[in-house]
């Protein structure tokens, strides 16, 4: 991802931070991600997207918060999770762990 603008969901951002127990070098590694990334926040298109993504598939609050940013600003979507899958608006790069 050199070199690419990294743009996050702050509910991403949220689900980073809360890990409990991590290590004083996990957090300044994890702080040093956010850094470098742009943070999207919540708005009214991003909300209309949500109600719309939460009213056709079965996600989450934050996934669908997650997914609906992704289609809201045009950005590809990486992810390992196979049930994002059935969201056909998404750009969806799957990965393997």
Not at 81 to 89: G, V
């Amino acid at each position: 991802m050199q070199g690419k603008q990294i743009c996050i969901s702050f509910i991403t951002e949220l689900e980073l931070i809360e890990f409990k127990n991590l290590s004083e070098r996990d957090e300044k590694q994890i702080h040093g991600l956010l850094s470098d990334c742009s943070i999207i926040q919540m708005n009214n298109k991003l909300k209309e997207q949500y109600v719309t993504i939460r009213k056709k598939y079965s996600l989450k609050l934050p996934d669908a918060i997650i997914a609906a940013t992704a289609i809201t600003f045009n950005l590809p979507f990486i992810t390992s999770d196979k049930q994002f899958k059935t969201i056909n608006k998404l750009k969806l790069v799957s990965y393997e762990i």
